[in-house]
């Protein structure tokens, strides 16, 4: 009856949906009225409103509506969706500032004499719209009424200038800043997670080991990550556009030709700048802020949303005396407020000198110029034609939509998966042949046909949340939660260009002439269907294009990843790997330099370190080389192993599902006692024996082969992972102690600097006052306490101190403890002096030439070339799968 249940849900769903019914009421509508039946159905016929229910009830189904409300709204945590009325704010008030006009006219002369210019300069401009509005609506409408009528007038194709305007409209569905692509990250937030969950399950299912290594974890994603990895993906799909139009009209010159005319001289170009720089200016500010790693998606948007104001406030009062005081006044703040920075650093806590007040002055002026500079805008755009009320009023509109739907999204996501929808999904993507690939190829062609007939959101948060989580958890692709996010968005983006509910066809047919048939545009729009999915499946191919700017920015900012983070392991000991091949002889001769150095005189504990720590450098190379070519050993052997582990692994699946169907039933039999059950309850043991039976069947089938083919196999698995921990053993003892040795030997000029007050009170102890004295061993002791390698001689006074800090000062044990002290000085600081002279400048050197290598693990942070490397070595997608 689940079945059925299931089968209402989406036939009312597509009911609502198909008779024109508000989204917003028809996602949660459905979810209720079909769990209301279906408690309703079981408690009339079963006695038990759960009867119908796979997981759960009514009742469980309510407390996980209640859970996701408090996911969206509540949770502090959770704040990705902040970013979404400010990016709508920054969209519709650019786009009531008239920018588009300004773009279009300009870009159309600076391109027309290139054949299909016109096409060109309407997909740069629908580019840079996507970068700042965002709106599809309004870029389209725009474009439809501005650049339509000047294509068709130099004889454009009627189906080509409409397909340009509706696919370069659709830009900003993919170039962040998306609404598309926060709501995509927030609904695979939650897909991590329950990804992440059944990974680590399959992993304990198939290896029999409770603990699952974090190196195999589902990676969530962010915001601002999905900017990142969408950046590249919407500059390819703008490129292929131009290019197609570029080639087309050179091919047929008739359907897009040369549009000659117009000047290029001063004031050309002066009105190209006015036009062109502020966008981009904004363009910067935003994305800029969020690839440098300098501000968050939100207060990115909230950057955004301030540069819309302040462009709205000029463009408003445009031809008037004045109309770029406010513009101006506010980047002047704003430089005023980056040179403080730069020159002052100011801290209003550490205000010393005359130089940080007036650094604090300068900076407090220049920030009240940059608000007064917002408020000047916000005053215009207040004024001028109700603009700021009318911007907010569609901002609270849009938003509002936007979270009513992903509220009903969760409900139908909840009630889909409590009538067991998300584990038939699961069952059938997991019996197609072909493995990950297969799944991923079926998701995105039913995410395609969904477009035809659904918006963007409904598929993006109804289809994603249930198919998500079981892409994500598959180990045979080792998909990112980014990458799957962008393919995802990509897929989605010919949604508004599909008939018969392509939204965009929808704005362009409102604002074409009559001279152009729909019929056009449906024949313009299927060449840039075509080339979307072009783009789908290079970036499917080739996963870097997504992957390697969010790696790159996350691995060079200041809050990376230390080298020695799990995930990071495999890459690292690549690049190392390398380090040894192209630098080996040179790090060989710096060990061998290494080992000559005279170390007799140095502390017994420090000499021993650095004698094993050279023992470990030799070792270490040839330890990682062996590794590797356990790696390789295993790629070999992978090839005919996978074939046996999938078929394995998937007749071991139907056993656990077949034992899981055995256990309910053996549940439920046990809870019948009456007389009057009877024969329910040997029904249900009848349907036991059944499914053992099955059960036995399923065991039987597999290879005989198999535990011998799986230990060997776990063996080479065993055998790599071993040599990887000796080697990264052995690189730790090498550099280990060759560090510690260098930070003593920095800390050498504080450590002389104790004797004066050494020998100082080393003379007094038997004369002075011992409470005078305290305070100074006190001194004495956190002085030393701060040196490296100095904690005996801190730990000593500190002894001293307690001796003539007791109620009854014992002068003859403080006398003897600092004699101690001092003896325990003079020898460290004899070793310390010879070994300045004669061993640091060679450890340095040699340091140095291994910092890179052996010493790499051991670094707060990769280096640039060093992080450039891991990036890219990482943006591929590692089959992990034969481990589980």
Not at 265 to 289: R, T, W, Y
Not at 755 to 761: P, S, W
Request: charged residues 15%; proline residues 5%.
């Amino acid at each position: 009856m689940e079945l059925v249940f299931l089968a209402l849900l989406i036939f009312l769903m597509a009911l609502a949906l198909g008779s024109g019914f508000p989204v917003a009421f028809a996602l949660p509508g459905s979810a209720i009225v079909t769990v209301a039946a279906a408690a309703i159905a079981g408690y009339v016929t079963m006695g038990n409103p759960d009867a119908f229910f796979s997981h759960g009830g009514p009742w469980q189904w309510l407390s996980a509506g209640v859970t996701n409300l408090r996911g969206v709204y509540w949770e502090v945590e959770r704040d990705t969706l902040i970013a979404i009325p400010l990016f709508i704010f920054m969209g519709i008030m650019l786009q009531r500032s008239k920018i588009a006009e300004d773009l279009l006219v300009t870009m159309a002369q600076l391109f027309g004499p290139v054949p299909g210019g016109l096409g060109i300069s309407v997909v740069f401009v629908g580019a840079l719209l996507a970068a700042t509005t965002g709106i599809v609506g309004a870029t389209v409408v725009a474009m439809g009424l501005i650049s339509l009528p000047a294509m068709l007038r130099n004889n454009y194709s009627k189906s080509l200038a409409t397909g340009t305007i509706a696919a370069s409209g659709t830009l900003g569905q993919i170039i962040p800043p998306s609404i598309v692509l926060i709501i995509l990250a927030d609904q695979l937030a939650s897909a991590v997670d329950q990804a992440g969950t059944a990974r680590k399950a399959l992993y304990k299912a198939a290896t029999g080991e409770i603990s699952m290594p974090s190196s195999f974890d589902v990676v969530s994603t962010s915001a601002g990550e999905m900017f990142l990895g969408a950046f590249v993906p919407g500059l390819l799909l703008v490129g292929i556009y131009m290019l197609f139009i570029l080639i087309y009209a050179l091919i047929n010159p008739k359907v897009a030709p040369a549009v000659h005319g117009g000047t290029f001289d001063k004031a050309f170009f002066a009105k190209l700048s006015l036009a062109l720089f502020p966008p981009l200016g904004l363009i910067f500010l935003v994305l800029g802020s969020i690839l440098a790693g300098i501000a968050t998606v939100n207060q990115a948007g909230a950057i955004g949303a301030v540069g819309a104001i302040m462009m709205a406030g000029y463009r408003l009062k445009e031809g008037e005396r004045g109309a770029y005081s406010p513009v101006l006044l506010g980047l002047a703040s704003l430089v005023g407020i980056f040179a403080v920075l730069l020159i002052f650093q100011p801290n209003i806590k550490a205000i010393v000198t005359t130089k940080d007040a007036l650094g604090i002055f300068l900076g407090v002026v220049a920030t009240l110029g940059l608000i007064v500079a917002l408020g000047w805008s916000c005053w215009r755009t207040f004024n001028i034609d109700n603009t700021l009320q009318g911007v907010m009023i569609e901002t609270a509109k849009t938003t509002s939509l936007v979270f009513i739907i992903l509220l009903g999204a969760a409900m139908l996501t909840a009630t889909f998966r409590a009538f067991g929808g998300e584990d038939l999904v699961r069952d059938f993507l997991n019996s197609m042949p072909g493995g990950f690939w297969m799944k991923f190829t079926i998701v995105m062609a039913v995410i395609f046909v969904l477009g035809f007939f659904l918006d963007f959101i409904e598929i993006a948060v109804v289809v994603v949340p249930i198919v998500a989580p079981i892409l994500l958890a598959d180990p045979s692709a080792n998909i990112t939660a980014v990458w799957l996010g962008v393919m995802i968005g990509l897929n989605i983006q010919t949604s508004f260009l599909t008939p018969p509910f392509g939204f965009a066809l929808f704005y362009l047919r409102g604002v074409a002439p009559p001279i152009v048939k729909t019929l056009d545009m449906y024949k313009g729009v299927i060449a840039f269907i075509c080339l979307q999915l072009i783009a789908l499946v290079i970036v499917g191919l080739y996963p870097p294009l997504v992957n390697y700017l969010p790696n790159r920015t996350s691995l060079t900012s200041e809050t990376a990843p230390p080298p020695r983070n799990p995930r990071l392991n495999y890459c690292v000991d690549q690049y190392i790997s390398d380090q040894f091949i192209e630098n080996g002889a040179l790090i060989s001769a710096a060990i061998k330099s290494a080992r000559e150095l005279n170390l007799d005189y140095l502390p017994k504990r420090i000499k021993s370190g650095l004698e094993q720590s050279f023992v470990a450098a030799e070792t270490a190379p040839d330890l990682l080389k062996q590794a590797r070519a356990a790696d390789d050993v295993i790629s070999e052997k992978v090839v005919d192993y996978k074939p046996l582990q999938n078929n394995v692994r998937s007749i071991q699946s139907n056993i656990r599902d077949e034992d899981a169907k055995i256990k309910g039933l053996k549940t439920e039999a046990s809870r019948m006692y009456s007389a009057d059950q009877a024969d329910a309850k040997k029904l249900l043991l009848e349907k036991v024996a059944v499914l053992e039976a099955d059960r036995a069947k399923l065991v039987a089938e597999i290879p005989a082969e198999w535990k011998t083919t799986y230990g060997d196999f776990r063996k080479l698995l065993k055998s790599e992972e071993l040599l990887r921990n000796k080697y990264r053993r052995a690189a730790d003892e090498a550099y280990k102690p060759v560090a510690e040795l260098l930070a003593i030997l920095r800390g050498n000029e504080a450590f002389a600097a104790l004797q004066a007050d050494m020998m100082k009170i080393r003379s007094e102890i038997t004369s002075e006052d011992p409470a005078k004295l305290v305070a100074a061993i006190e001194d004495l002791g956190k002085r030393a306490g701060d040196i490296e390698g100095a904690s005996n001689i801190a730990s000593g006074l500190s002894k001293v101190r307690r001796s003539l800090k007791a109620n009854t000062p014992d002068i003859n044990e403080a006398s003897e403890g600092m004699e101690k002290v001092a003896a325990d000085y003079d020898e460290q600081l004899a070793w310390r002096s010879r070994a300045e002279a004669n061993l640091r400048a060679g450890l340095e050197q040699y340091e140095q030439t291994i910092r890179s290598t052996l010493g790499l693990r051991q670094q707060t942070r990769l280096n640039r070339e060093q992080a450039l490397f891991v990036a890219a070595c990482q943006s591929g997608h590692k089959d992990v799968s034969h481990y589980f």
